[in-house]
């Protein structure tokens, strides 16, 4: 049942293009910034292990699911879900997936391009030599001094979203290929780098315990749920942006291989973050469950001090800032692209408006740092001591993907007619093809909602576990 739908936005040269727009957005603060820290704060090894179990269990077939739809529909997820519920005679509602999706990713971007703007400010500070040999206290004061400036904050981010809606703008593939294909072998390159100094400088072993050593005590339901969020979040999954760029795919390309070659580099990287990053942390006697400010007051200690720090740590944040641009780039365009669909407009308003939106909500993660550190609304509820951005962050990552990528699971797997599935996955190994099937029916939905549930602690009350 082949279908004859083509993309009005374009298409992929190749499908290493895809391969490599793919790996830029999931390759992204994710890796470098969000993993170590939330692998610092959940006890480094056990949240290690349960991350790598839910890109292998839950990553690859929602990545499979994401890629597949996008390329059946050909159109920006909210569309995509529409003509392919029309088309496998289920209910219209399923477009709401894509409208959850286009809201996650205004709400992701809104923090991102403020995180962003932190490793620009960076580029500036290491580059004008306010690191050279300071004191690890010294660096800390450096980055308190720039998130308790609203000003600062709002400067960067206001310019990290005006270089994304560049892009956007411009059309998605143009430009992306080549950042892509350059900047991120460079990036991998300079990880390398500070793990070579990690290993003579800091302390390696100490470094090499906490990440791979899984201290099954320091585990409860929200670690686990908070490991699955982050494996959603840095494949880039369960919001559509994924299916966005399938959309774009040629015919030809193979669905499986493709997802696993993502898969399997972004999780390198992450990887090769923490082992950079976690030893200079026990060396200088840093805390590991500091949060968010973790590789800012990490790195720049070691950049600090090495031989030609100045250069390589300005260069370092400005891969850093390329990289969290291809993310961003993906977290938008699926609104952007559903704009120009239903209201014929140009890209260039459609970028305008959306980027608008995402910049007026990340106002709220610029003061979450400063003047509104905690929201007073929420005092008397479990939300007590939250500011904006951790209740964003959270939300996001831990309910919104995760649910996204398993309704996007049982909608390849289950709605979808096995013609359609098979005619778009054009399968060549029938024994893979059913390990997909399986995993995406029972694996990937029982799982996500398993967690779920055990989260807000219903397991626990029926004595299930
Ligand atoms: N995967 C990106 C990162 O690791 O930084 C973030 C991201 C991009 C999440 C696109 C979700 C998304 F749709």
Redesign the pocket.
């Known amino acids: 049942m082949a279908t004859v739908r083509t993309s009005i936005h374009g298409y992929w040269s190749s499908r290493f293009a895809f391969v490599l727009a793919a790996s830029g957005?999931?390759?992204?603060?994710?890796?470098i910034w969000?993993f170590p820290y939330m692998a610092g704060e959940n006890g480094g090894g056990a949240f290690v292990l349960l991350y790598l179990v839910c890109v292998a269990l839950f990553g690859v077939p929602v990545m499979m699911a994401e890629i597949l739809l996008g390329r059946r529909g050909r159109s920006s997820p909210m569309n995509t879900m529409r003509v392919l519920a029309a088309e496998e005679k289920c209910s219209s509602s399923w477009n709401l997936l894509g409208l959850m999706g286009v809201l996650a990713?205004f709400l992701?971007l809104s923090y991102?391009s403020v995180i962003a703007g932190w490793a620009l400010d960076y580029v500036v500070e290491i580059g004008s030599g306010s690191f050279v040999n300071v004191t690890r206290d010294e660096a800390g004061e450096v980055f308190t001094n720039l998130i308790s400036s609203p000003r600062r904050l709002l400067f960067w981010h206001t310019l990290f979203m005006v270089l994304t809606m560049v892009v956007v703008a411009r059309g998605v593939s143009k430009g992306l290929e080549i950042a892509v294909r350059l900047l991120m072998p460079a990036l991998l390159f300079l990880v390398l780098v500070m793990i070579a100094y990690a290993m003579v400088k800091g302390d390696f072993y100490a470094g090499l315990k906490f990440l791979f050593t899984p201290d099954f005590s320091k585990l409860s339901p929200g670690v686990v749920l908070k490991a699955m969020g982050q494996a959603f979040?840095?494949?880039?999954l369960g919001?559509g942006?994924i299916m966005m760029y399938g959309s774009y795919l040629p015919r030809d390309a193979s669905i499986a291989t493709t997802s696993f070659q993502v898969a399997i580099v972004d999780t390198v990287v992450a990887v090769l973050a923490g082992l950079a990053i976690f030893p200079i942390v026990f060396a200088n006697g840093l805390e590991a469950g500091q949060g968010p400010g973790l590789i800012f007051n990490t790195l720049p200690l070691a950049f600090g001090q090495m031989m030609g720090g100045v250069f390589f740590g300005a260069i370092f944040f400005v891969l850093l800032v390329f990289a969290?641009w291809t993310?961003a780039i993906?977290?938008i365009e699926p609104a952007v692209a559903w704009l120009i669909e239903k209201f014929s407009i140009s890209r260039l308003w459609s970028s305008l408006i959306c980027g608008g939106i995402a910049w007026v909500i990340g106002l709220g993660t610029v003061f979450s740092f400063n003047n509104w550190k905690r929201i007073e609304l929420f005092n008397d509820t479990f939300l007590a001591g939250k500011s904006f951005f951790d209740l964003l962050e959270y939300t996001t990552s831990n309910i919104m993907?995760p649910l996204g990528g398993v309704l996007i699971c049982i909608f390849a797997a289950w709605f979808m007619r096995e013609p359609s599935r098979r005619d778009e996955l054009q399968i060549v190994n029938e024994g893979a093809y059913h390990v997909w099937r399986f995993l995406a029916r029972y694996i990937t939905p029982l799982g996500v909602i398993l967690i779920f549930l055990h989260a807000i602690g219903i397991l626990e009350k029926l004595h299930i576990t």
């Open positions: 957005s999931a390759i992204g603060l994710g890796n969000k990713g992701i991102y979040f840095s494949l880039s919001m942006a969290a993310s993906s977290l993907l």
